[in-house]
Each structure stands twice: as structure tokens, then as C-alpha cells.
């Protein structure tokens, strides 16, 4: 149980540049006519050797599922960043802002976006220093892995198909990570993503540590009732894989339907994700160990039904959420309990 939000509430400066080896800004949304997007702003990348590299990563979905997908990269003196609050500026494109409203623009081939992000929840971040692997507060630990959330907003404005401005209105999630930890060579797969409630909104993390962390679990769940986060676990979430498709050339198994178990102090019960369609197709993001198999990853929009019990109050309900999963290609690991 969370006695005090504030704890873990972040600072302008938590979202802003830190100059370290890879760092990002992400955003997501699925909207109410169907659409859906996936943008990820890097300087370096999970796996790069070469933090001045500048390059952003646009996915938009249409209602069928159609993804188009856009990689460009900038030379470093067409970008900046502030090292005060959230302001990166790609090109003539930028994610920037402060809590509670963000805002992403971006043009690139026929697609783009002008999105205004409202948040409807606190955002968090593991006191004291956002550390969710390592230690960046003296004595600094040789690696580190940091994670600030933004689990729900409402965003509206316009998304850009065709050359044409269409209106948006729906639900999505932002985060800003920084580290020197190469995420592929501390984890082996993971499940990560959210579940918009009525009154509350858990965001989730399961997964395996790599052989270098003894391939322990690690397992985190956020849960948030109206804007202020009441529990956070670190166990008490268990998810299964079922109805599975492999793609053979690339020895890329996923799993069309997942059932998440919640057996914690404050929420219990299931949550069953049905995937719709992808919104970023499978495929390489940064690059794994010197020598490896490189990691697969993909995300998905999903059709969750919920069936829970949260502080003593019967929860039921269904939205479509966007959910995200990390494996090596020649993992076979689906079922997660």
C-alpha cells in the first residue's frame, strides 16, 4: 500500500535530457475511430555503442491493422534537447512538455501526428533516483536502468494518413528511460503494458532477467486509482500464453491471447488480452550482446476483459489497450507462470 503519492511522483528534470549512453521518449495511443500509433525518440539506443546518434521510430495503425513504419535519423546538429524538462527537437519534429500536458509533433512520409497528451494520472518513478536496475546516486553503481511513467492520458488532435489531417480522440501512455545498461543483456523476454479501468489503471512488467541477473523473475505492477497510485508490487502478477503463432524464417513465436492472474494485499482476479492487430511490427529494436541472436520485439493492441477485485471493489470491464513483448529469437518461452 503507497502512503504517500508524492514519493513518487517525478520532477520537471526526470523527463528531461541526461546525457547518458541511450536514453528515450516514448508515447502511445489508441484512439476511439480505430487508429492507433507507437513513437520512440532516441539519442543512442538500448544497444548502441554510439550515444550521439539521433533517430525517432513512428508506427500508425489503421483500423485493419495496416501498419506503416517510419525509422528516420537526424544528424546531431538538427536535434536538442533540454537538460531542464521534457523538450527534444528532431528535425522539425518534437516531443516536449511538463506534467500534466505533453505534446508530439511529427511529419514524415505521407504520416505524421499533432497530439496533445492530458494526463489523467500521477506520473511515478522508483524513489530516489528512478532506478529500477542499478543506482545512479553516489556510490553509483557500473550499471543502471531508469524508468519514469506516464501511465494514462487523454490525447487528442490529429493524426496525419495520406497527407490528410484526421481528428483523434482516445487514451495512451507515455515514458521517458535513460541508463548505460544494454536492456537486452539483462533481460531474456518480458511482457510489459497497461489496463485502463474505469477508476483505476495498472500498468504491468513480467518477465526473466538474463543469465548475467541468474535468470531471475521480475515482476512489477503499478495500480492507480483515479490519479493517485495506491500499491505498488513487486510479485503478485502471473500471465499464461495461449493460441500461438510462429513465424518460421524468423523463429518468432507470440501469443494471440494472454490471461494475467492479480493475486495481491489490493487487487485480485483476471485480465484477458485478445490481440486485435500490431501497431509495431515484430522485428529488431537495438541490438543484443556481441556475438547473439538479436532480440524481437513487438507490440500489440489488445482487446482486455477484466474480471478483478481492487481494495474491496468488484471490477469489470473491457477497452483496448496496447501491450508490448521482448524475446530472443530463438527463446521458446511463452507460457509465464
Known amino acids: 500500500m503507497i502512503r504517500n503519492p508524492n514519493l513518487y511522483k517525478p520532477a520537471d528534470k526526470d523527463n528531461a535530457f541526461h546525457s547518458a549512453p541511450y536514453e528515450w521518449w516514448y508515447f502511445d495511443g489508441v ?3 480505430g487508429y492507433s500509433i507507437w513513437t520512440i525518440w532516441f539519442t543512442g539506443n538500448a544497444g548502441s555503442r554510439n550515444p550521439e546518434g539521433r533517430s525517432l521510430e513512428f508506427c500508425l495503425a489503421d483500423p485493419s491493422g495496416c501498419v506503416t513504419q517510419l525509422t528516420p535519423e537526424f544528424p546531431l546538429h538538427e536535434t536538442s534537447a533540454s537538460t531542464k524538462k521534457c523538450d527534444a527537437t528532431w528535425g522539425g519534429n518534437y516531443v516536449r512538455g511538463k506534467y500534466p500536458k505533453w505534446e508530439v509533433h511529427y511529419r514524415g512520409d505521407g504520416v505524421g501526428c499533432d497530439l ?3 494526463n489523467t ?3 511515478v518513478r522508483e524513489p530516489p533516483d528512478g532506478c529500477f536496475l542499478g543506482r545512479i546516486q553516489e556510490p ?3 550499471s543502471y536502468w531508469t524508468h519514469v511513467i506516464h501511465p494514462r492520458s487523454k490525447i487528442s488532435g490529429y493524426l496525419i494518413v495520406g497527407d490528410e489531417k484526421i481528428p483523434v480522440k482516445g487514451e495512451g501512455y507515455f515514458d521517458h528511460q535513460w541508463g548505460n545498461m544494454n536492456l537486452y543483456e539483462a533481460f531474456e ?3 510489459w503494458g497497461r489496463i485502463y479501468l474505469p477508476k483505476h489503471t495498472i500498468q504491468y512488467f513480467d518477465g526473466d532477467h538474463s543469465e548475467k541477473w541468474g535468470h531471475q523473475r521480475f515482476k512489477r505492477v503499478w495500480l492507480f486509482k483515479g490519479t493517485k497510485p495506491i500499491d505498488y508490487m513487486k510479485d503478485g502478477i502471473y500471465t499464461g500464453a495461449s493460441d500461438i503463432d510462429v513465424v518460421p524464417i524468423m523463429r518468432i513465436s507470440y501469443a494471440r491471447n494472454l490471461v494475467q492472474t492479480f493475486d495481491g494485499p489490493m487487487i485480485s482476479g483476471t485480465v484477458t488480452h485478445k490481440m486485435k492487430h500490431m501497431v509495431r511490427p515484430m522485428g529488431m529494436l537495438g541490438m543484443g550482446p556481441e556475438g547473439s541472436q ?4 513487438m507490440a500489440w493492441v489488445c482487446e482486455c476483459s477484466a474480471k478483478l477485485e481492487i481494495d474491496g471493489e468488484k471490477v469489470e470491464s473491457v ?3 496496447i501491450h508490448e ?3 530472443w529469437y530463438h527463446a521458446p518461452k511463452l507460457t509465464m507462470i
Open 294 to 297: 538479436p532480440p524481437n520485439y
Open 319 to 321: 477497452s483496448n489497450n
Open 116 to 118: 496533445v497528451y492530458e
Open 121 to 123: 494520472t500521477q506520473g
Open 189 to 191: 523476454w518480458w511482457y
Open 31 to 33: 484512439f476511439d475511430n
Open 140 to 142: 553509483r553503481s557500473a
Open 325 to 327: 513483448r521482448s524475446v
